[in-house]
């Protein structure tokens, strides 16, 4: 019997449906080593058939017990979310010739949904791992060997000294309202190499059909929802809280609102790729704007600096 098959059966079993499995044992198979290579087998199958020139790793199997991301999914959906955002990123590193990254910052990083996949194709990298739940930092700094850093709502007070030549942001903006983005990019922008690439995503044109589609899985009441679509039809941006969670909600950006707002950023725009995060989240690429030294400062490179670079101003005044 094929793989799928007993993968098949395990959800049967794990199914809230079938009163025969008692709630403990399927708690038990959901994190079985055994589920979880089977999951992982599916979603590197159906990867590779999507990106057949890009080389996918196997990845670690083990989830951490109070990974929200996992006990509200499957594993196969778990490490497809996971492959897709490093196809996102060997996609756009094989078509801009980058041979590999060094430094890597994940935020928010979860328990390691997408790190694990980031670990497995760069190994040698170093890795910094932040969030608000500190209990998944941990487990990210203990499984994957990251450097961690509790992250904090206001981004002023997020304590990160390093230099990353890839920044991977999945899924944080699309749960900010438009007027906190610019201080999460600035950020950013302190902390990315000077030839380093940022990653992150979006809710874009798909997400406002979805929302009507399926409502529970957004967590917005029908009100809001009709809000934030209107919002976005006339503004190119829509927003509403959680509930329960001021501050923090679902955002729908359209991409000529992104790009406005990227224009006055330190970005310069690299790609951008509708639904390419597990065919939902659209997918932004941006690297750190090229200025030209202008002519002013050229003079001020001269005549400021009269001991070292006489010879200079002779070649300027030659000219």
Not at 163 to 185: A, C, M, P, Q
Request: charge should be positive; proline fraction near 4%.
């Amino acid at each position: 019997m094929s793989a799928s098959f007993w993968y098949k059966l395990a959800q049967n079993l794990l199914s809230e449906e079938n009163s025969l499995v008692s709630r403990r044992v399927r708690n038990s198979l959901r994190f079985s080593p055994l589920y979880l290579y089977l999951g992982m087998k599916q979603a590197l199958a159906t990867i590779e058939a999507e990106f057949s020139n890009i080389r996918f790793p196997k990845l670690e199997l083990e989830v951490d017990r109070r990974d929200e991301m996992y006990m509200h999914d499957h594993p196969e959906h778990y490490f497809y979310v996971a492959y897709s955002a490093l196809a996102c990123i060997q996609g756009l590193r094989t078509n801009q010739s980058v041979e590999t990254f060094t430094s890597i910052l994940d935020l928010p990083c979860g328990h390691g949904r997408v790190l694990r996949a980031l670990k497995a194709a760069f190994p040698k990298a170093n890795f910094t791992a932040c969030d608000l739940d500190q209990h998944g930092v941990d487990f990210c700094a203990r499984k994957f060997g990251a450097t961690g850093a509790y992250s904090d709502v206001d981004p002023r007070k997020i304590r990160i000294q390093a230099k990353f030549d890839l920044i991977w942001v999945g899924s944080l903006f699309t749960h900010l309202n438009g007027d906190r983005w610019s201080s999460f990019l600035n950020l950013f922008s302190s902390i990315l190499a000077k030839d380093g690439i940022l990653f992150f995503s979006t809710h874009g044109d798909f997400v406002v059909g979805r929302l009507e589609r399926f409502p529970m899985f957004y967590g917005l009441s029908p009100e809001q929802i009709e809000m934030v679509k209107l919002q976005y039809t006339k503004g190119g941006f829509g927003y509403a809280d959680y509930r329960k969670n001021p501050g923090y909600g679902i955002s729908l950006s359209s991409a000529e609102w992104v790009k406005k707002l990227l224009m006055l950023s330190s970005f310069d725009l690299a790609a951008f790729i509708p639904t390419a995060w597990d065919k939902h989240h659209d997918v932004w690429a941006v690297k750190p704007k090229i200025v030209e030294p202008t002519l002013t400062a050229q003079f001020d490179w001269v005549f400021q600096r009269p001991r070292h670079c006489a010879k200079y101003r002779a070649k300027f005044y030659a000219k």
